[in-house]
C-alpha cells in the first residue's frame, strides 16, 4: 500500500500510528504535549492508572513516532511531534480519496448499466404483463 509516498516496506510505521491513535489515552497524552512539554511524571498524574502504566502509553506513542521523550536530570520530557500528526491526516487523505474514486467508478458502471450499456436487462415491471393473447 502506498500512503502519500509511504511504500509498503513503511507500512509498519503507519500501523504503529493508527494503533498508537486508536486508544483514548494516548490520544488525551498527545493532546496534553501539543499544549507543551510535559513529564512523564506530570502525565501520570492526570490518569486514574500506574505510573508505569502512562509510561507504557508514552512509549507506544514514541514507537509511532508521536511524541518524542527527553531526558532532563532526573525528568523524562514528552513532546508531541507535528510531522507525526501530518503523516496521520495524509494517510487518512489517501484512503479517502481511493474510496471515493472506488465509489466514483461504481456509479459510473451503475450510471453505463442504466443507459442501456449492453449488459442484460431486468424486466420493465411497469409493463403491462396482464394481456391476454388476443393483445
Request: hydrophobic content about 40%.
Amino acid at each position: 500500500m502506498v500512503v502519500d509516498g509511504i511504500a509498503d516496506e513503511t507500512g509498519d510505521i503507519v500501523d504503529r500510528l493508527f494503533h498508537a491513535l486508536a486508544d483514548g489515552t494516548r490520544r488525551d497524552i498527545l493532546r496534553r504535549c501539543v499544549r507543551g512539554e510535559l513529564s512523564v511524571s506530570r502525565l501520570a498524574a492526570a490518569y486514574p492508572m500506574s505510573f508505569a502504566a502512562v509510561h507504557k502509553h508514552v512509549a507506544v506513542l514514541e514507537r509511532a513516532g508521536l511524541v518524542t521523550k527527553e531526558r532532563r536530570g532526573r525528568e523524562q520530557l514528552v513532546r508531541t511531534d507535528p510531522d507525526a500528526v501530518g503523516r496521520a491526516r495524509r494517510a487518512l487523505d489517501e484512503l479517502e480519496s481511493a474510496w471515493r474514486a472506488r465509489v466514483d467508478r461504481m456509479s459510473g458502471l451503475l450510471a453505463e448499466d442504466d443507459d442501456g450499456g449492453g449488459g442484460p436487462r431486468a424486466p420493465d415491471l411497469r409493463e403491462n404483463t396482464t394481456k391476454g393473447p388476443d393483445g
